[in-house]
Each structure stands twice: as C-alpha cells, then as structure tokens.
C-alpha cells in the first residue's frame, strides 16, 4: 500500500513537470529536519540546504575549498582576515546580495538558539567595510578560518526580517517562516515542502555559477522502509538512493542498469554517556550518576565487540575505530587507533569496584533512520552490555526527534549513539565541538554527554593557532590520549559510504557523505 501510494504522487508530480524537463528522484530513510540551516549541524541537513544557501567558502569535488559566495580572502592582520564578496549575487526574490548579509548572517548564527555557531566560534566581530567587503576579526589567530567557513550557510538580512525569522527558532519549541521556507542564492530554489514525505527544488535560473548540472527539477522524497527504498530504485521511480541497506548492496549491484557507488567515509560513529548530571535522566540508579566514574565507562567499553558489528550487524561496511577522527582528517595517527580487546571479566570487575555488581538499567538513544544500521547496532550493543549485567532499552526513533532530544539545547539523553564528520576536515573541529567543555559560546556545543577535561579545554584554544605542524600534531594525540584514558566517550567505527544510482544518472560522492546537487547530470 505504502509503495502504491508513492507511485501516485510521482504520476501527479510528473504531469506537472513539463516533458523535456531533466528531473532528478531521489530517495532517503529520513528527512531533513527543517529549512532554517542554523537549526541543525548534521550532515544531510546541511547538504540538502547547501544546494539553496551557499557559504563564502565551499568544497570541490576533491574537498579542498574555493571561493563561493567571496571571490577571495586575505589576512591583513594576525586575528583580521578579510573577505571580498562576489559581485552581481542576486537572492532568489532578485535581490542583491551585500555585506550586510553576511554581518547580520554571523548575528544570527552565533545566537543563544543557534546550533551551528562551532562553525564561527573562533570569530570575535564582522565588521561591514563596503558592500562588497567583510572583516572578520579572531579571538586569536586561526589560520584554518576559510576552511571553518565552508559549512557556514549565508542568509538573506531583509527577507528574514519581513518574514520575523531574524532569531532562529528551536525545533520542537516553536517555529518561524524559516522552518518551512528557503531563501537562497544556491543553485536550487525550493518548490515544495512536504516535512516526513517529500521537498521539491527547482532549477535557480539567476545562479552566479556556471551550471555543472543539467537539472530543471529535484524530487527528494523519504521512504523510511528499507524494501520500499529499494523496489522503486529497482521499479524506476527513484534515480537513486542515498541510503542502501547493507543486505541489499550485492543484490543491487547485479542489477543491469543499475550502479553502486562506493567509498570511505570521514565520519566517526561513537557511543557517549552523559558524565555530567548528578543523576541520569533514564536509569535505575537513583542519586547518583555511574556514567561519572571512570571504571563504568571503561566495563561499557569492554564488553562491547566493535569487529562483530562491523563484520555481522553492518555486513563489513565500517572499520573499527578507537579515535574520535578517522584516516583522511588531519590530526589522525595511525598508532593511536588500536581498540582494547573484550575483555567481558575485567568489565565485570570493573562494574563491581564501582559499586554495580548486579549491574544497572540505562535508555540507550538511536536513530534508525541515519546511519548504516544505526537500530541494529544499538540492539546488538544492548545484548552485549546484558553480558556484563548493563539493561540497556533501546529507545530509537528517527533523526528529526532524536536530534531535537539528544542535541543543543535539550541534552536529554543518557547514553546515545551518534556520528560525526569534521566539517573543516582537521581533528581540531572535534575537539572544538565535541571534546571541549560546554558553556562557552560556540564551543562544545556537541558535546551531548557533558565530558570535561581541564587539559583538554587548554589545548583547543593551543592547537587552533599553531602554525608549527609537528607540535599542533603532538597536542592532538594529546588530546586523543586524554580522552581514551578517560574514556570520555567510546569510538565505534567509520562507515563506508554506500548509493545506489540508474545508469542514467551521473553524480560526484565526496568522502563527507554530502550530495550536492550542482553536480547531477541526467542522461
């Protein structure tokens, strides 16, 4: 039923779409959250958006950055970087774009309801020079800052103040015009917002790049069923699937006229544990949190069997990890990503000189409908913490409700599976948003669980201004030592990125996982 009623709604799309219209369908298991790219720093919200917004800086097809929506920056000062702003950008209403776009862009993104201000976090001021130029003035020197700005999506002054959208709305307390509609200088306009069901974009005719596409029209549709996802990859209703289901991946690949596209991922998939509330907020200990004793998290570590997840549960797409960076970001070191072995009786122990010999109840929070096999490895690890006496309910959902619990500002969670992508690609965009303390603006907004380590907070601000590559390397692997000693949060796996496309339909994968758009050609 679920799949006859998808073929209807694309038999009433295409009788609206002119016949000779390149249209490009494809599908996911989750939706974006909403249209406001402040809401939200996960990696198909910001992607999806990116084909409406664009930022200063972006990323080629190999990620390395190049100008966007500034033609070039320069420092004119050690904490003084300025951007010169391309001329002739016109909003998608017609309107220019200008520096105060840009100046009132970072007021809004560094606001107290902003969940992307990691992105600006080393920036003190921007200052309007002209309206085609913008300074940027640094708490203290940051000489990866371009790089920082590639996931920092400007937006348009005069249209979020008319629609009274100037503050960013949080998710699931209130809403504004920009939860629902898109203003963008992007290559893509937004036709259709249907939240859980389907977003339609169109073609942006006024875009100031030269089209590497030859798309008049996007259909992005969630099908949330594995099979549906696949039957109308397979039926032809869908071009392509952003997420094919491990199971399915050699099925598919056999198929004529239909191609899997594959590569490593930058992302880390990791368990954290929230070490900072006196009590859990989903537990059966009462009083107290064990998630703060050392010797708990470290049993929860030891029990877990990390190769029999990627082996079984994911089907060999991922690679075991014990660093919170993978190969591919800058920082990582090789020596340092060797996990413990189980190791279920010292775990015990462990448990049992922490005061838990009988074990505790713990709520484990998962999406399952965002990562490879995200609700089957949450099961799989609750069976493997049942061996040490550690209940764990299993409590998945999907992305929109669980990064509204789990993420800035709510924090409610106890104990949760999560992932991440560096944005600038570099170690120290995880240490900034993750690893650090919480509470200063722009800094360990990430940080789910609350880990702090005064060593740590030390260190971030030290490795974002070193211009001496051997010694911001030994501060990284310091940090990386820190936080496996402390086992301030356990790193699972990287996953391998899986599509599957018509052999009509050409596209880029970068190693972020993105999908943009602007390089989608139908043939």
Same mark, same amino acid.
């Given at each position: 039923?679920? %799949?006859?009623?998808?073929?209807?709604?694309?038999?009433?799309?295409?009788?609206?779409?002119?016949?000779?219209?390149?249209?490009?369908?494809?599908?996911?298991?989750?939706?974006?959250?909403?249209?406001?790219? #402040?809401?939200?720093?996960?990696?198909?919200?910001?992607?999806?958006?990116?084909?409406?917004?664009?930022?200063?800086?972006?990323?080629?097809?190999?990620?390395?950055?190049?100008?966007?929506?500034?033609?070039?920056?320069?420092?004119?000062?050690?904490?003084?970087?300025? %951007?010169?702003?391309?001329?002739?950008?016109? /909003?998608?209403?017609?309107?220019?774009?200008?520096?105060?776009?840009?100046?009132? +862009?970072?007021?809004?993104?560094?606001?107290?309801?902003? +969940?992307?201000?990691?992105?600006?976090?080393? &920036? !003190?001021?921007?200052?309007?020079?002209?309206?085609?130029?913008?300074?940027?003035?640094?708490?203290?020197?940051?000489?990866?800052?371009? =790089?920082?700005?590639?996931?920092?999506?400007?937006?348009?002054?005069?249209?979020?103040?008319?629609?009274?959208?100037?503050?960013?709305?949080?998710?699931?307390?209130?809403?504004?015009?920009?939860?629902?509609?898109?203003?963008?200088?992007?290559?893509?306009?937004?036709?259709?917002?249907?939240?859980?069901?389907?977003?339609?974009?169109?073609?942006?005719?006024?875009?100031?790049? @030269?089209?590497?596409?030859?798309?008049?029209?996007?259909?992005?549709?969630?099908?949330?069923?594995?099979?549906?996802?696949?039957?109308?990859?397979?039926?032809?209703?869908?071009?392509?699937?952003?997420?094919?289901?491990?199971?399915?991946?050699?099925?598919?690949?056999?198929?004529?006229?239909?191609?899997?596209?594959?590569?490593?991922?930058?992302?880390?998939?990791?368990?954290?544990?929230?070490?900072?509330?006196?009590?859990?907020?989903?537990?059966?200990?009462?009083? $107290?949190?064990?998630? @703060?004793?050392?010797?708990?998290?470290?049993?929860?570590?030891?029990?877990?069997?990390?190769?029999?997840?990627?082996?079984?549960?994911?089907?060999?797409?991922?690679?075991?990890?014990?660093?919170?960076?993978?190969?591919?970001?800058? =920082?990582?070191?090789?020596?340092?990503?060797?996990?413990?072995?189980?190791? &279920?009786?010292?775990?015990?122990?462990?448990?049992?000189?922490?005061? #838990?010999?009988?074990?505790?109840?713990?709520?484990?929070?998962?999406?399952?409908?965002? #990562?490879?096999?995200?609700?089957?490895?949450?099961?799989?690890?609750?069976?493997?913490?049942?061996?040490?006496?550690?209940?764990?309910?299993?409590?998945?959902?999907? !992305?929109?409700?669980?990064?509204?619990?789990?993420?800035?500002?709510?924090?409610?969670?106890?104990?949760?599976?999560?992932?991440?992508?560096?944005?600038? #690609?570099?170690?120290?965009? &995880?240490?900034?948003?993750?690893?650090?303390?919480?509470?200063?603006?722009?800094?360990?907004?990430?940080?789910?669980?609350?880990? +702090?380590?005064?060593?740590?907070?030390?260190?971030?601000?030290?490795?974002?201004?070193?211009?001496?590559?051997? $010694?911001?390397?030994?501060?990284?692997?310091?940090?990386?030592?820190?936080?496996?000693?402390?086992?301030?949060?356990?790193?699972?796996?990287?996953?391998?990125?899986?599509?599957?496309?018509?052999?009509?339909?050409?596209?880029?994968?970068?190693?972020?996982?993105?999908?943009?758009?602007? /390089?989608?050609?139908? !043939?």
């Amino acid at each position: 039923m679920l %799949f006859r009623s998808l073929l209807l709604s694309f038999a009433i799309v295409s009788a609206a779409t002119p016949a000779n219209a390149a249209v490009f369908k494809w599908a996911n298991d989750g939706d974006v959250r909403v249209m406001d790219p #402040y809401t939200l720093d996960e990696t198909v919200q910001n992607s999806f958006l990116a084909n409406i917004y664009e930022p200063l800086v972006r990323r080629d097809k190999r990620l390395a950055t190049e100008p966007a929506l500034a033609v070039a920056w320069q420092q004119t000062s050690p904490t003084v970087w300025r %951007f010169h702003l391309r001329p002739g950008v016109k /909003w998608q209403d017609g309107t220019p774009f200008t520096a105060d776009d840009v100046v009132f +862009s970072f007021q809004r993104i560094t606001g107290k309801t902003s +969940s992307m201000s990691a992105n600006v976090s080393s &920036v !003190k001021e921007a200052r309007r020079i002209d309206d085609l130029t913008v300074d940027f003035e640094t708490k203290a020197p940051d000489p990866i800052l371009p =790089g920082e700005f590639a996931n920092w999506a400007i937006m348009p002054k005069a249209w979020l103040e008319k629609n009274n959208a100037a503050e960013v709305a949080i998710v699931g307390t209130s809403e504004n015009f920009a939860h629902r509609n898109a203003m963008g200088t992007g290559p893509f306009k937004l036709a259709l917002r249907e939240p859980d069901r389907r977003t339609v974009l169109e073609k942006n005719p006024g875009w100031w790049d @030269k089209p590497e596409h030859n798309l008049d029209r996007v259909e992005f549709t969630v099908i949330a069923s594995a099979a549906t996802r696949v039957a109308a990859l397979l039926s032809g209703e869908i071009d392509m699937i952003y997420a094919v289901p491990p199971q399915d991946i050699d099925k598919i690949g056999r198929i004529p006229g239909i191609h899997i596209i594959q590569g490593p991922e930058l992302r880390t998939i990791y368990l954290g544990m929230d070490q900072a509330r006196d009590e859990l907020l989903f537990s059966s200990v009462k009083g $107290k949190n064990p998630f @703060k004793d050392e010797r708990v998290r470290r049993a929860v570590a030891l029990a877990i069997d990390e190769p029999a997840i990627t082996s079984r549960v994911m089907r060999g797409q991922g690679r075991p990890t014990w660093l919170m960076w993978g190969p591919g970001v800058n =920082g990582y070191a090789a020596a340092q990503d060797k996990r413990p072995p189980v190791d &279920v009786a010292r775990a015990r122990a462990l448990l049992a000189e922490a005061g #838990y010999p009988d074990g505790f109840q713990v709520t484990l929070d998962c999406p399952n409908d965002r #990562y490879i096999a995200d609700e089957a490895i949450c099961t799989a690890i609750a069976s493997m913490l049942a061996r040490i006496n550690v209940k764990v309910d299993v409590f998945a959902r999907t !992305k929109v409700r669980f990064f509204g619990d789990v993420n800035y500002p709510n924090y409610r969670t106890s104990f949760y599976l999560i992932g991440w992508t560096p944005s600038t #690609y570099d170690a120290h965009n &995880v240490i900034r948003t993750i690893l650090a303390s919480r509470g200063r603006p722009g800094i360990g907004i990430t940080n789910d669980g609350g880990f +702090s380590n005064k060593r740590v907070d030390e260190l971030e601000p030290l490795i974002a201004t070193e211009l001496d590559p051997g $010694k911001r390397q030994a501060m990284i692997e310091e940090v990386a030592r820190i936080v496996q000693d402390e086992v301030g949060f356990i790193p699972l796996h990287q996953q391998r990125i899986t599509w599957a496309a018509r052999d009509n339909i050409e596209l880029t994968q970068p190693a972020d996982n993105t999908f943009p758009m602007r /390089w989608v050609q139908v !043939k």
